[in-house]
């Protein structure tokens, strides 16, 4: 019998400031699991932050989650075992297929409720947490991106507890599928992501660019 869904690993940092690539780099990405219970609420988990809101935190990338079954794969990959907190995730998952997960699916963890808003597209950061600036790419191509949550209700969150996924939107689309939106992407997709409330904002307004610079073309 297939177990619920859970949360293996409540994971928080702060920013610290290290030295890469000849200069100086203030980044969070560093995270620490966690015992008890952590609150969540607003756009952040209690005792955590980020160092650069302009491109990480926010309503639409408030939690960030990442699966163990992930983990395992990328430790064959790597032949290191790499595991919790190791991409900056604030809640290692374990049961659910992040890359199959429906934009705008809720999930009531705990006493919160999050709602799946978006894939993460990997910075240079990413690549200073595992000492190769090249593994940026390699995420890239791995397709394994963990997904980014809001916050729809605010409560506590601790290792071990269930999550209960609720129904997912009609329009279906998934996070592997909103990753792959990119400029040459076709028409439908982009015509499909720039009509999805459940989309962010910003990822919509690109994608109406994008069709609007077709269409003068």
Not at 14 to 20: D, G, K, Q
Not at 145 to 159: C, K, S, T
Request: proline share 5%; net charge neutral; with cysteine.
């Amino acid at each position: 019998m297939t177990s619920a869904p859970r949360i293996v690993s409540v994971n928080v940092g702060t920013p610290r400031t290290v030295s890469w690539g000849g200069r100086r780099v203030t980044s969070a990405i560093w995270k620490t699991p966690v015992a008890g219970r952590t609150g969540v609420a607003g756009i952040n988990l209690a005792g955590d932050d980020q160092a650069d809101r302009r491109v990480h935190g926010g309503h639409d990338k408030a939690v960030y989650a990442y699966a163990i079954e992930d983990y395992r794969w990328w430790s064959g990959e790597l032949g290191t075992e790499v595991g919790p907190g190791a991409f900056g995730e604030n809640l290692t998952t374990e049961g659910i297929d992040l890359r199959a997960e429906v934009v705008g699916r809720r999930w009531h963890v705990g006493s919160a409720v999050l709602e799946v808003a978006q894939p993460r597209e990997p910075c240079y950061k990413l690549g200073m947490r595992m000492g190769d600036a090249a593994f940026v790419d390699r995420f890239g191509e791995g397709g394994r991106f963990g997904a980014y949550l809001r916050v729809i209700d605010a409560g506590d969150i601790g290792a071990g507890d269930e999550i209960v996924i609720g129904v997912p939107p009609a329009h279906g689309l998934t996070l592997t599928e909103l990753a792959g939106v990119q400029r040459d992407a076709p028409r439908a997709l982009l015509d499909r992501v720039a009509s999805i409330d459940d989309v962010p904002r910003g990822v919509r307004e690109w994608a109406r660019r994008q069709l609007g610079r077709r269409d003068r073309s």
